[in-house]
């Protein structure tokens, strides 16, 4: 059985990302291990200094099965066994310690890109770009309100 990991942050990006990778209605296919992994956004300082660690981690849980919820039953309805947790801690090491457990594992990287941010890599060997879209928002107002008194 193939096995599948996927880092999930966004669900409609997700959706796009996997729907293609599913079979087509009529062919026949082996059923996979999905290993779903939610990405939660992180909360501010201000937000998460409130919260107590249980109440994080229950928010953590709540806000990934809310977002896989639909990749969960889309994936279970093709016969595919499905398994969720939540990421804790880095992402590569997550990716190491699943591979240990599960020999053979394809990992797809599903979050969504973030203007001006990097994302953490999920495997050793994954590529990082850097972004050059970093604008800083005094020119970028400055920039708008020059273009607004041109009119």
């Keep these: 059985m193939e096995t599948f990991i996927v880092y ?4 409609q990006h ?7 990778m599913l079979p ?7 059923p996979a291990n999905w290993i779903l ?4 956004p992180r909360l501010n300082r201000h937000t ?5 660690q249980t109440a994080l981690k229950k928010w953590r849980q709540e806000w990934t099965r809310d977002t896989v919820s639909e990749i969960v039953e889309l994936l279970e309805k093709y016969g595919n066994k499905v398994t969720t947790q939540v990421v804790q801690g880095s992402l590569v090491e997550l990716t190491q ?5 599960v020999d053979a594992a394809r990992v797809i990287d599903a979050r969504r890109p973030k ?9 050793p060997g994954q590529p990082q ?7 800083p928002g005094g020119v970028a107002a400055i920039g708008a309100v020059i273009a607004l008194a041109s009119d």
């Design 8 to 11: 999930i942050d966004n669900k």
């Design 14 to 20: 997700a959706l796009q990302q996997l729907v293609p």
């Design 24 to 30: 087509e209605r009529g062919t026949q296919n082996a």
């Design 37 to 40: 992994i939610g990405c939660p």
């Design 48 to 52: 998460g200094r409130w919260l107590t």
């Design 97 to 101: 310690q699943i591979k240990r457990k």
């Design 115 to 123: 203007l001006a941010v990097n994302l953490d890599p999920v495997t």
């Design 129 to 135: 770009e850097k972004t050059a879209w970093l604008v």
